[in-house]
């Protein structure tokens, strides 16, 4: 009986006839290869004999038949796919003292400010979306001038509007720190028709999670 790791040699004279030989080499090679494929070597003996073996040696140095290569195992797409870029550390640090004053100014948290920002715009001050929202904290224009923004695009004007529209959603929500950011992302009227909870907008029940995530206790 032969089993893996158990050698096997086969010795085919090819001397006497052209077609029969060629049969039983075809016959002796998928004996040997068997179901996992394994690697053939050939050589010829001092008889003349075709030597055929699925280990080498000195009668069989030739590989006739190479072994399959390593299935690959296989990988989902998602663990393909880049991981999402992090905010940019170097916009980061140029805005991290404009954070700080606008959060001194508005006592509003500069761990909540630097989470928004890092959502919302990824520190980019030039940031603009398909919906029109601008700046590090993507103001949409109505609420720029509603808190008195002349140039979105401006960072300092930018983080005191963004500021003062969180501050606001806190007081409106009573401090409920969840229902502040999905009226940020969504506006608080959603907020309101749903009953005062989490609207069931895909995007907003996203936003929320995320900015919770990246919110960074004690000080920035």
């Known amino acids: 009986m032969t089993g893996p790791g158990i050698g096997r040699v086969f010795e085919v004279n090819l001397t006497h006839s052209s077609r029969l030989p060629l049969v039983w080499v075809g016959a002796a090679v998928a004996c040997l290869a068997g179901p996992a494929g394994a690697q053939i070597y050939a050589g010829t003996s001092g ?30 797409l998602e663990a393909r796919r880049a991981p999402a870029a992090a905010p940019d550390e170097q916009r980061m640090a140029q805005y991290k003292p404009m954070i700080q004053k606008v959060a001194q100014e508005t006592s509003v948290s500069p761990q909540l400010l630097h989470a ?50 969180l501050k ?42 995320k900015v919770l995530a990246q919110m960074v206790p004690g000080p920035i």
Request: charge should be neutral; aromatic fraction near 10%; avoid cysteine.
């Open 47 to 76: 008889s003349g004999a075709v030597v055929l073996s699925n280990f080498q040696t000195n009668e069989t140095p030739e590989v006739v038949i190479a072994a399959p290569d390593e299935p690959r195992p296989f990988v989902p």
């Open 168 to 209: 606001w959603l806190l007081d409106y929500f009573n401090g409920d720190l969840k229902l502040a950011l999905a009226g940020y992302n969504a506006g608080e009227n959603e907020v309101v028709r749903a009953g005062y909870k989490i609207p069931p907008i895909k995007e907003t029940r996203d936003y929320v999670p």
């Open 116 to 165: 928004v920002v890092a959502v919302e715009s990824g520190y980019d001050a030039k940031a603009i979306s398909r919906k029109g929202a601008q700046g590090l904290m993507q103001l949409m224009p109505q609420t720029a001038q509603r808190f008195g923004v002349r140039n979105a695009l401006d960072p300092l004007q930018n983080l005191r509007g963004g500021a003062l529209y």
